[in-house]
């Protein structure tokens, strides 16, 4: 068992005098993370996301007990461990930086912290072993570090902290270092160490799609303060506020300026340009139970849920400035609706024309449903499917 819980948590770093950043500030000092809610499940896999500076790697340090909690209660499995030393909370650490001794053998290295523990002899080969199996380097357990590429150097420090078993494993930005494609392949690594230890994940990345494929929840932070907590499908679908909509999600949502406006049967419609757009039932329902009201908005649509058609009726035109063929799809950016859009389209369109026969200077139409539509607060960002006080 190995549940974590944060209750208010809260860290503030003394004034540096210089920095201006959007960190909320007071005569105390400077507030790096406010008021920070979350109770982790056993075994659940918990991604800490956002741009840099807004608090993730002191979350987790402070978690780690390497950093001090300035306000607020940390439970590991019931037991407030605020003023627990590190090595007594049961936890491991990997960072970016490998951080391997660069003297000692890959098994060596792995063995240090159980030494350090005075494990049994027979019991510290055992978990080595076991580690190096589950992580493809048993190979190289007689190499130094420096004889490792850099994938698999982070797999011997992922060893290092696994072989002890721990009840909570911490990763701040365990795949920054490498490159694209090692990264991928180390992403799937970490899916499937995961489905083979019985540990809880705390995860920091600023990649939003290390986020969306490794966690079972994703906490999108800005500014030491939480923007949402949600599933990958949930903060996708219904993203919080605007930070949210457009952060997540590669390439970005569009936004737009529109009306939301109800009509005589009570129902939502979105106003933009000439077209109207009916918000889908879900999405009523929604904005019906957080009160929304008539208002100027902004819209949100993501790239690969606008369709592109013949000319018609109720939709826009833009003219197409740049054209990206991706292979199965292709990106348009298009100049619509005062400002520039992109569109993800299927390469395989069955309906309107064919992307790829579409050229730069043309103009074309596209629309998107009722289901798809994101609107937000033009004064707060706020997602109006959520209530103010949500
Ligand atoms: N020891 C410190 N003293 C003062 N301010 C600090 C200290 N450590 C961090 N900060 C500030 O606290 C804020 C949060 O820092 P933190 O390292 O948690 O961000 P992060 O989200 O991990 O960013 P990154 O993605 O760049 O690693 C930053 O504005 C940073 O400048
Ligand atoms: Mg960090």
Redesign the pocket.
Known sequence: MSEVSLQHIE?V??H?GK?K?N?KVTDEG?L??QDFNLNIRDREFIVLV??????????L?MVAGLEEITRGELYIDGKLVNDVEPKDRDIAMVFQSYALYPHMTVRGNMEFPLKLRKMPKEEIERRVNQAAEILGITEYLDRKPKALSGGQRQRVAIGRAIVREPKILLM??PLSNLDAKLRNQMRAEIIKLRQRINTTFLY?T?DQTEAMTLGDRIVI?KD?VIQQIGTPQEVFDHPSNLFVAGFIGVPQMNFYDAELALDRDGRYVVHMENVQIIPSEEKQERLRSAGATSQSITLGVRPEHIALLGDGDNMFHGVVEVTEMMGSVVHLHVNACGRDSIIVAQTANLEGPTPVTVKVGNTISFIFGGNVIHLFSKETGRNLEYSEHA
Do not use: F, I, Q, W
């Open positions: 860290k770093y003394p540096s920095k950043s960190l400077v790096a993370v956002g741009p840099s500076g807004c608090g993730k790697s002191t979350t340090r701040d930005e920091v600023h932070m030491g």
